[in-house]
């Protein structure tokens, strides 16, 4: 039923594409949810608080929710059969449907607290999903940082968009973003701050560094087709969501602007390059991801920065290639660290000669992740420029990072055997058509980024080609990360792996002398003073309740002595409080 749900709505999406073709304008329905009048005077737009479900439908809205539904079309064939053993298959796909519910309205959503509420809907879902081995503990441990995390960032999403509706009484973008410079009392630093609390909840989202944990802490305990969607789809929906409300970032200020872009491209060189720290196959895919999407970030806020540049739709494009590449590179090293029964890429080996199908098929994920953002870098960034040098690190990291993956299970002696026969290391008949689709999708989504026409009907506005040099050049840089990487296994791959494991072994030391110093300075003070506050909250209910009761008591004796003599008794004691505090007296 999830599979035949999703294949309905791509027949109903491709319908609507079908009609958007026809027209220059957005299909766009409004509904009004409630309105309510909270004031008499004052700016009309502060007399009443309402929400309107205003369904916007463009082209970009299409083409992003396609990329979505083929990525889940994989990920639940594939689960058929690779998740058979999964608990609770009944709940597992019945999440599913109801994520892609939450992720059709988060495209479609044009107001803000209509957004915020899908947004919320697909976060609860998506902690479920990557929580599912409820039964497991190491599973549950490592889901709270997918609940903690993502609620702290989804969070400042929501602050921003109440720190919007305070200055500007309305959450439609279609009156919002007029009037971001014209509505009375409107200043730069309120502008400032909803635009980094906007760009910090789709920053956890996007999965950037150091962001990027409930993902990496959750690859290989969650459901592998699960955590390739979440790793893909929320790519596609975050950075959708980026494009339409960077006209904020834009109308605070270019300093704003140019920290943003700073941020991604410490994320797009941090996230593959700590991928390389460490043989853990699957938490290195989710790093070498985020730092590609970190680069599609990068040159869509780079195109609204340069205002003479219309490429930040290509940053958009980008993404949309590299989500279903990077969903197939998922699944089919999950399926190779299935058959080897290990997640160490030094056990692993001849996965070419006795899986050659998810062989291959991770090795077409992995190039097509590394090259999707080749069309996006020759669109939007000049080579010469800082942040063309600064992506081009990037790049060759991304490229040696998804090629390292590769060439350590593919090659070499197999010395983690399955139960001592290595004849069992073999495919998995019924899931392996679903990584090369993934794969397919995600090169033809990169052609289609090459290509002038294609931009101009996301976006719809004129674009004119890239320069044949540019794309070239790009290229040659991820093939140079390609060759580079494979002459170096070539000559040692142990050596190779062996100084990635020494490496990731001092990562996780320092990460824990982190977490510890956290916890000693931190979190334990915190939890010291919530546990003396609940501690007094108690003692202090007692004391205040035993004064209470010996109150009552005192003027229940007082109704029931008799009136003369307590009236003489405070008379004479008032008359020798007055006697003694006299000035002479007092001298």
């Known amino acids: 039923m999830a599979m035949f749900g999703t294949v309905v709505t791509l027949l109903l999406t491709l319908l609507v594409t079908w009609g958007l073709t026809k027209r220059s304008t957005p299909f766009v329905a409004t509904y009004q949810y409630f309105n309510m009048s909270v004031a008499f005077s004052g700016p009309t737009n502060f007399q009443t608080f309402g929400v309107e479900l205003v369904l916007h439908v463009d082209h970009l809205t299409v083409v992003a929710l396609l990329a979505i539904e083929i990525c889940m079309i994989a990920a639940i064939g594939w689960h058929q059969v690779m998740g058979r053993t999964e608990p609770g298959a009944a709940r597992f796909h019945a999440v599913l449907t109801a994520l892609l519910f939450a992720f059709s309205g988060i495209l479609m959503s044009w107001d803000l607290a209509e957004l915020f509420g899908f947004w919320a809907i697909g976060g609860a879902l998506t902690y479920l999903l990557l929580a599912h081995r409820w039964g497991v503990d190491e599973a549950a441990s490592r889901a709270r940082v997918a609940l903690a995390l993502p609620f702290v960032t989804d969070l400042s999403l929501l602050c921003g968009i109440a720190w919007l509706y305070a200055r500007y009484g309305t959450q439609n973008l279609n009156t919002l973003l007029p009037i971001l410079h014209t509505n009375p009392g409107w200043t730069v630093r309120s502008l400032v701050v909803g635009s980094v609390l906007l760009f910090i909840g789709i920053a956890g989202r996007l999965a950037l560094w150091p962001l990027s944990s409930w993902i990496t802490q959750t690859a290989v305990t969650a459901p592998a087709a699960a955590s390739a969607l979440a790793q893909s789809a929320w790519s596609v929906v975050a950075v959708a969501v980026l494009y339409r409300l960077m006209p904020v970032v834009v109308a605070s200020n270019q300093q704003t602007i140019r920290a943003f872009i700073s941020f991604s491209l410490v994320a797009a060189i941090a996230g593959p390059l700590l991928g390389l720290l460490g043989n853990e196959p699957r938490r290195a895919i989710a790093l070498v991801g985020s730092g590609a999407v970190a680069v599609a970030a990068a040159v869509l806020m780079n195109g609204f920065q340069v205002q003479s540049s219309t490429f930040a739709i290509a940053g958009v494009a980008a993404v949309l290639a590299i989500a279903p590449a990077r969903a197939g590179a998922s699944l089919a090293m ?14 692993m080996g001849d996965a070419w000669r006795r899986m050659r199908a998810t062989s291959g098929a991770f090795l077409a994920s992995v190039v097509a992740m590394a090259l999707a953002v080749t069309g996006a870098l020759a669109f939007g960034i000049q080579s010469r420029s800082y942040n063309g040098f600064a992506l081009g690190i990037a790049l060759l990291l991304i490229a040696i990072g998804g090629v390292r993956l590769f060439l350590g299970a593919s090659f070499g002696p197999l010395r983690r055997r399955r139960a001592f026969e290595p004849d069992r290391v073999r495919e998995t008949p019924g899931a392996l058509g679903w990584p090369y689709w993934l794969a397919v999708a995600g090169g033809a989504f990169w052609v289609a980024s090459l290509v002038a026409s294609w931009l101009n009907f996301l976006d719809g506005q004129k674009h004119p080609a890239a320069s044949a040099g540019a794309m070239v ?64 909250i ?46 002479g007296v007092a001298r």
């Open 334 to 347: 999950t399926s190779i660290a299935g058959a080897m029964r290990t997640d160490d890429l030094a056990e």
């Open 538 to 583: 108690p003692e202090g209910d007692g004391a205040l309740g035993g004064v209470a009761n010996t109150t009552g008591r005192l003027a229940l004796a007082a109704t029931r002595a008799p009136a003369l003599p307590v009236v003489i008794v405070l008379a004479v004691v008032l008359a020798l409080v007055f006697a003694l505090v006299a000035p």
């Open 473 to 536: 050049l790009w290229v040659a840089v991820a093939i140079v990360g390609f060759a580079a990487c494979t002459v170096t296994f070539a000559l040692s791959k142990d050596g190779a792996l062996d100084a990635s494991a020494i490496a990731g072994l001092w990562l996780r030391r320092a990460t824990a002398v982190l977490f510890g110093v956290v916890a000693r300075f931190l979190i334990a003070p915190t939890t010291d003073i919530a546990r003396r506050l609940g501690d007094w």
